[in-house]
């Protein structure tokens, strides 16, 4: 069967594997492993989920369109949750920690009902991601302004570069209009991001 966007597609199967393969190797026996792994874990359920839509199914009017991609967007809230837990628990006391993530637990709920009510745009899980990558860079940011530890700078790295492939992706831009459009270059570059934000949370997983 012949891809429908096979750049889109594949670049999307490329994430999915490489953030499961983080799922897996990460420690689960600690708290920050753990989240860390509910991030990667989601994030390659969204980008399997995302691929079969551009690869098999681009027609939007479609019901698989429709199902495949209402899963996908609710992956990402999923994603932003672990982002947010790990936050709390890397930033803020025990108790206020819990606390946060319950209160992101029902943002998720609330943002669930909102892409289960009709057909949203990828903005949609952008605006829902920003938030726990912002709150998750500003941990990153005043951990490394604390101990100068070299892989939370390259954590707080990849979670920029996270911003910049949303920005590229929502201006459209691409490296070529058919063979890599803005969508896969948006993969790449998520790529390249979670392989750095991977390497923080090893270290950081080791010393917590």
Known sequence: MILAEPDVALTDLGLALESG???VILD????????????????????????????FFPDPA???????????????GVAALGACAAAAHLGLR?????RVVRIAMLELAVYAAIVLSGDRPFAVAVCEYLPAALFLLAVLIARFARRREGAV??????????FVASGLQQAGVGLHPRWFNHNALYHLLEGIAFAMLYWCARALDRRT
Not at 65 to 70: N, Q
Not at 94 to 98: M, Q
Not at 153 to 162: F, I, K
Request: avoid cysteine.
């Open 21 to 23: 393969a983080f799922a």
């Open 28 to 55: 689960r026996t600690r708290p920050v492993g753990r989240h860390f792994t509910l991030f990667f874990a989601a994030t390659a359920t969204a980008s399997v989920l995302g691929g079969a839509v551009h690869g």
């Open 62 to 76: 479609s019901p698989a369109s429709h199902a495949l991609w209402r899963a996908a967007l609710l992956a990402i």
């Open 94 to 98: 025990e108790g206020v920690a819990r």
């Open 153 to 162: 700078l390259v954590g707080a790295a990849g979670l920029g570069l996270t």
